[in-house]
């Protein structure tokens, strides 16, 4: 019955900005670590940002700090990914996930995405030059 639905993708030039957002059911959101990934046609499904429970920790892909900023509003069960500067590699459906385990801390685990049991079904990001 819990399930994560990400919305905000679309279609935009090089240079443009979008935000991702998930919504979230279920009263324990405030309790999970949440994290993006990412997928183009065929690639394997890539890490983007993870946030702690809390939202004071944060975790980032090398090649994507300074463009992208994870962040969560627990009083609205919704975990943002706002992306910045666009580039035509950022093409890919974006997903959200939760960590599998209530309160875990943010570190490099968070990349892995055998850490994480529950996706959304992604939403579509095209970027165009």
């Known amino acids: 019955q819990v399930q994560l639905v990400e919305s905000g993708g679309g279609l935009v030039q090089a240079g443009d900005s979008l935000r991702l957002s998930c919504a979230a059911s279920?009263?324990?959101?405030?309790?999970?670590?949440m994290g993006w990934f990412r997928q183009a046609p065929g690639q394997e499904r890539e890490f983007v940002a993870a946030i702690s429970w809390g939202g004071g920790g944060t975790y980032y892909a090398d090649s994507l700090k300074g463009r992208f900023t994870i962040s969560r509003d627990n009083a609205k069960n919704t975990v943002y990914l706002q992306m910045n500067n666009l580039k035509p590699e950022d093409t890919a459906v974006y997903y959200c996930?939760?960590?599998?385990?209530?309160?875990?801390?943010?570190?490099?685990?968070?990349?892995?995405?055998?850490?994480?049991?529950?996706w959304g079904q992604g939403t579509q990001v095209t970027v165009s030059s």
């Open positions: 996930a939760r960590r599998g385990k209530a309160l875990a801390p943010i570190d490099s685990t968070a990349t892995m995405r055998r850490e994480y049991d529950l």
């Open positions: 279920g009263r324990t959101f405030s309790l999970y670590n």
